[in-house]
């Protein structure tokens, strides 16, 4: 178990939910949300996913909680819950405080709506922290994107901790000049935002120009297809595991007509 | 190998010519190093020579350059990248992977090799250059010395003819300059690579380069290696320091980062009138002890002290007013439409009144910033946005100038510039100031102490007299001065 705080990126390590290939987890991860919000009535569904999610991501050697974001994702849930237990007013009086009533229906629509909104983001992680760029790329090629757009998602992650560490430096720099970013007077927090996105905006323009000299300097883009180092391709239990998502769908289809 | 006739290049909407009438000619196998001031037209070349200024730069361009018979202004800039490949300045901005491996792979890949015949080109360009180990790395994990290891791996994968690095050592500690150079050296000779290379301190090629060429307004002249090396600078060390009350006290203070210590400092004073050169290698805290001077990082410390007043992170008008920190990038640091307002900007936030406008012109003609005042400093060379950031630092007269790898991008001149500047400064105004520096010469002649950080904590504290003895005798050699 890693015991600090980890960014949400994705770890080498080996355990079944990495050895999965790339398409089998995106295709879970859209059949799974596609089942929350088709299957929105029914708690004891949202607290089985949600179970299975947080056992997976156990097995998988992560707490949510260490993940970089995973308390500001559990406290936005807790704040959905309670939007929906004070605003829902259907249903028979289950607790009262003072003048405020919780509903039985406010009650399952709170658990439904944050454990919904909690299990998307877990599974999502999930999928992040266990599955290479790389291979998600060449995954989306072999089915037929263009190589071009698929290494946007690679040279976007790319930047990310480089912007990261610009943002906080141009912030630094313009602090250290007496910038402020107190609310008030109106017009002086407008001008500093303004300041600090213009030196981010130039500094990007400068980052995206190196990396398209870098790209072109070894040949992107000039042959329609390309080769990978890497081979990544579907195993008996991807095969299994795709053909039951598939299977799914109508089945929760069919559940949501039923209903 | 390379033939440069009569080119002349000038950026879309610019008026001058950046590259003019220039003429070069560069033999096979040769080591060839070009200097010159800041903003004179040396990355344009480089980017000329790599064939990216006909397709990827928009401008005007004329005259030839031929490259093994072949004239590239006509042909396609992929023709010509099996040929010549470009470092450029910071090879953190151009890696376009994740991991080391794919980085190796991405123009092989592109050129539609099979994968095992990739596989052998990786292990090919990373055993050239002795980096077997970092095959599985992540690139976000790399040093600056890995990171520009695994450039150079990059090109070589690639099997080009003629290598091109755009100042190469300005992230890099000595040591890893002093790695970088054995091993291009030593390619030079095995795989006849033709090696170019940019540079602001031709000195530390003396014993490398096969020749070196100094440009000038767009065109390029011959020179004495002697000549550009020529090191006789005065010693110019402030001459009093008064060591009555320390502008810096620190004890016990220790700097960490997700529980991991990046900096630990058991004593340390600094005081009105000193001038401190604060050396070590890439990764060693220098950045992170100015960041936490500035109360702009945590720390834990027994006493911690600036100007008599604990370092606090709350961002106090006294701590703004004290402290004047200048960045290595002068890009994160330009926040206003004109050089005038730029000088303006820390005052006006700070004392809420605007500088004299003959001042501020006074600055300007001093910083060689440009002919107009209302220039964009984003229209400005690098050089000249670093030597604005120093104004507009400056410009509000801190007590405590914290100066982070200001040189990178300026010619010797205008280091030596800067260093005047600073010495001035802190003479008039009693204040004091850490500069952090890779190179020892010329800062020596102008500092007043050395503090040499290494693992982490305090390596070398001395006056700067003792400070090339003491490199010796921590065998940090590659920190020498080149005539020591």
Known sequence: MINQIISLQYYQRRGFINSLHPITKFLGLIVISFALFFISDTVLFHIFIFATGVIILKISGYSFFRIQGGRLVVLTAIFIAVIQLVFVRDGMTILSFGSIQIKNYALSQAIAASLRFITIILFSYLFVLSTEPTSFVLALVQMGLPYRFGFSIITAIRMVPIIKSEFTRIYFAQITRGGTYKFLPINKFIGSITQFLKVVIISMVKRVNSLVISMEGRSFGLYKTRTFIKEISYSAIDQLIITCEILSIPIILFWRLWR | ?484
Request: aromatic content about 8%; charged content about 25%; glycine content about 6%.
């Open chain 2, 1 to 484: 190998m390379i033939k440069v006739e009569d080119l002349c290049f000038k950026y879309q909407h610019e008026n001058p010519l950046i590259l003019d009438h220039l003429h070069l000619d560069v033999r096979e196998g040769e080591w060839l190093v070009i200097t010159g001031e800041s903003g004179c037209g040396k990355s344009t070349l480089a980017l000329g020579l790599a064939g990216f200024l006909m397709h990827t730069i928009p401008g005007e361009i004329s005259g030839s350059i031929t490259i093994n018979e072949n004239e590239i202004l006509s042909d396609s800039s992929d023709d010509i990248s099996e040929e010549v490949f470009l470092v450029q300045q910071n090879p953190e901005t151009q890696f376009c992977t994740l991991t080391v491996k794919e980085e190796l792979a991405f123009g092989l890949e592109n050129r539609r090799f099979p994968p095992e015949e990739i596989e052998k080109s990786v292990s090919r360009a990373l055993s050239a250059l002795n980096a077997e180990d970092l095959i599985d790395k992540q690139i976000n994990e790399l040093s600056g010395g890995q990171q520009q290891k695994v450039a150079i791996a990059t090109a070589l994968a690639l099997e080009p003819k003629i290598l091109i690095l755009d100042e190469p050592t300005s992230n890099l500690d000595p040591t890893a300059t002093h790695t970088l150079f054995q091993t291009l050296s030593e390619l030079r000779k095995q795989e006849k690579l033709t090696v170019i290379v940019i540079e602001h301190k031709p000195w530390i090629f003396k014993d490398l380069a096969t020749r070196q060429v100094v440009m000038k307004n767009g065109r390029l002249f011959e020179e004495e290696q002697e000549k550009l090396i020529s090191s006789s600078i005065n010693n110019k060390k402030p001459s009093h320091i008064d060591k009555t009350s320390p502008v810096v006290e620190l004890n016990n203070y220790r700097i960490s980062f997700s529980k991991t210590q990046v900096l630990k400092i058991n004593e340390l004073k600094i005081f009105p009138g000193e001038i401190v050169s604060l050396m070590g290698s890439n990764g060693s805290g220098k950045t992170s002890l100015l960041l936490s001077l500035c109360g702009l990082i945590g720390f834990e410390a027994k006493v911690n002290q600036v100007f008599g007043k604990p370092i606090t992170q709350k961002k106090d008008k006294f701590v703004l007013k004290n402290r004047g920190i200048v960045f290595q990038n002068p890009d994160h640091q330009l926040f206003c439409v004109s050089v005038v307002e730029e000088i303006n900007f820390a005052p006006k936030n700070l004392y809420g009144k605007d500088l004299d406008h003959i001042y501020i012109g006074g600055l300007i003609e001093k910083f060689e910033l440009g002919e107009s005042l209302d220039s964009h400093p984003f229209q400005l060379s690098y050089g000249q946005k670093g030597r604005l950031n120093m104004a507009s630092v400056l410009s509000f007269k801190p007590g405590l100038l914290l100066l982070d790898e200001i040189f990178i991008g300026q010619d010797l001149n205008h280091v030596l510039f800067l260093l005047e500047t600073i010495g001035e400064y802190v003479k008039h105004e009693s204040a004091s100031a850490i500069i952090v520096n890779h190179s020892a010469w010329p800062v020596f002649n102008y500092a007043s102490r050395m503090i040499f950080l290494d693992k982490q904590q305090v390596l070398i504290d001395c006056p700067v007299e003792n400070a090339c003895e003491e490199l010796v005798r921590a065998n940090k050699f590659e920190y020498l001065p080149v005539e020591y």
